[in-house]
């Protein structure tokens, strides 16, 4: 049968739902007064103590204590340890390390697993309990049956693919109570290691846990709280349930249901009035004369000068602006290839910008995770998020790199056996029976010693390799190409526009849960008052957009504005 992949329906047998789960197999307080508090998708204090409960977890060997099995998300709601998270992630009676928000770890032993049927995982049902002594920070339970569509609701979890141990707020509304499955459906976008993260109410109780994602973007099922309740007791014991329990607990009413009901359907935040916006930039490749195209944010510096900011790596040669009908020249007058910004200016006057001066030069901290944030994309176009995480330095991402070239180990050496004509090995004059003998001046005379040193390097790194070839002893740079690995088919890998190519190794950046095209980065980030926050960078992933704060940004203006005063 050919999946079908409506978003609105499951139009399969249940054993070939399409949608899918989010783990992956694999192994003080001060704020710039710029800065209305009001703009808070919900109030600091409820985010805090959400915060505080959200775990980050992963199978651990007993005797080792070393990680056997993906990262997950989980969530404590008691002060005695017991964690609520999802089935597909838990094993009955094996333990986990637990990560807190503040750094602590823990370990945790896996109870109760409901699964009814094996090939989905439904109902998607676990429980976990801390060990050791408590109090442990903790998260009230909610009434998932108190919930109607579109209300609010947040996320804190751990994506898979974003390097912290600190979990990722993303905010949306309630798009569904409960399906034909037992799903509630949210708009809090997800990925892998999102699986088991908590879903908040307006209250900052747990109303559900993050299960699966539809191929749709944006539509993300939840395992209803109720559910919990419901099945307590038994998912006390730490075994395998794989009927629904015929002795259920009973679920009382919430009694703070109508005070959620006026907290919760609260309007969404309304687009800032602004004549400011994002205009597109085009230019060419070196390399092959592609076209590149990408946005830019107009700036007007101190001595009145326009400036244009826009990502460096992808303004090639010979850019130009389109404003209007009209099509101007641009000159680069400074890169920054550190955080990846470039400088322009054209002879068009009176663009639409941004003035430097007005700007507040303070970055973004944790008190202000969850401000309502606009990227402003083109004149009657913005696309909505929250401030997911502050700012902070954000590492470099390694990708596997390769030789383009087989290999084998021949009398003692790693020798080349067959090279691709266009790879990285044939570009560096390498050919078909060099042995290699140190890497960068490490010895890595076996097939052991090479594949070791191979994992400290990624693609695009330079290598300085000796080799012998016949008799003689020679040397060569190699640069690694990327290893083509087959796309994971994933629903969180189907991104409109595709991930940005420099999308990591940013020393100041903030995270945000906007659906940024790649081509749209460039484009200004403001708050619901109109605020300047930063200039989008990259997307990183299916949840995750980089953006540049505005202290960054006013720093490489400065920098600007004493170029063009030379």
């Known amino acids: 049968m050919q999946p079908s992949y409506k978003t609105n329906q499951y139009s399969t047998p249940i054993a070939l739902m399409i949608i899918w789960f989010i783990l992956s197999i694999n192994v003080g307080r001060s704020v710039a007064q710029s800065q209305n508090r009001s703009s808070l998708y919900v109030s600091e204090s409820i985010i805090d103590k959400a915060r505080s409960a959200a775990i980050k977890m992963f199978g ?189 607990d009973s679920i009382a009413e919430d009694p703070d249901k109508m005070k959620l009901l006026e907290l919760a359907v609260k309007e969404k935040a309304k687009q800032p009035k602004t004549a400011i916006q994002a205009i597109p930039i085009s230019s060419i490749t070196h390399e092959n ?105 954000f590492p470099r991402i390694p990708v596997p790199g390769t030789f383009d070239a087989q290999m084998q180990e021949i009398n003692g050496l790693p020798t080349l056996t067959k090279v691709d004509s266009l790879g990285a090995a044939h570009r560096a004059g390498l050919q078909s029976g060099d042995g290699i003998i140190t890497i960068n001046g490490h010895d890595v005379g076996s097939a052991i010693k090479i594949n070791a040193a191979m994992q400290k390097f990624s693609a695009g790194d330079t290598l300085l390799i000796q080799y012998r070839r016949a008799t003689t002893n020679l040397q060569t740079k190699v640069v690694l190409s990327k290893w083509q690995m087959s796309k994971n088919p994933h629903p969180a890998n189907n991104i409109p526009g595709g991930t940005s190519i420099r999308k990591d190794n940013f020393p100041s950046v903030f995270l945000h849960d906007s659906r940024i095209h790649a081509s749209e980065c460039g484009s200004p980030v403001i708050d619901d008052k109109g605020n300047f926050i930063g200039i989008n960078i990259a997307r990183f992933s299916h949840t995750a957009c980089l953006a540049i704060p505005r202290n960054t940004v006013l720093e490489f203006l400065y920098k600007t504005q004493l170029t063009t005063e030379k």
Not at 176 to 185: N, S
């Open 289 to 393: 004369g592609d076209t590149l195209r990408i946005l830019g944010t107009v700036f007007k510096l101190p001595s009145n000068r326009q400036v244009i900011l826009s990502k460096s790596s992808l303004v090639g040669e010979n850019p130009n602006l389109k404003f209007g009908n009209k099509t101007y020249p641009l000159t680069i007058l400074l890169r920054d290839e550190k955080n990846d910004l470039i400088a322009l200016t054209t002879n068009k006057k009176s663009l639409p910008s941004f003035t430097a001066s007005a700007i507040a030069d303070q970055a973004l901290t944790d008190t202000l995770v969850g401000v309502n944030l606009w990227s402003l994309i083109a004149k009657n176009e913005c696309k909505a998020g929250v401030l997911g995480m502050s700012t902070r330095v």
């Open 60 to 248: 651990i060997d007993s005797i080792t204590k070393q990680q056997n099995s993906a990262p997950f998300s989980g969530v404590v709601v008691s002060e005695d340890g017991y964690i609520l998270t999802v089935a597909h992630a838990t094993k009955p009676g094996n333990f986990y390390r637990v990560i807190f928000p503040d750094g602590k770890q823990a370990f945790a032993k896996a109870l109760g697993r409901l699964v009814v049927d094996p090939q989905s995982n439904l109902p998607d049902i676990a429980m976990m309990k801390m060990q050791g002594q408590g109090p442990w920070p903790f998260a009230e339970m909610g009434w998932s049956s108190s919930l109607n569509k579109n209300q609010l609701c947040f996320g804190l979890s751990y994506p898979e693919t974003v390097p912290f141990n600190i979990p990722f707020f993303r905010a949306g509304r309630i798009l569904k109570e409960v399906d034909d499955y037992g799903f509630m459906w949210s708009s809090c976008i997800m990925e892998p290691g999102d699986s088991g993260g908590p879903l908040f109410d307006a209250m900052g109780r747990v109303i559900g846990l993050h299960s699966r994602i539809d191929v749709a973007e944006g539509i993300n099922f939840e395992v209803p709280i109720d559910s919990y309740r419901k099945y307590w007791s038994s998912l006390t014991n730490a075994v395998a349930i794989n009927t629904y329990p015929t002795s259920i």
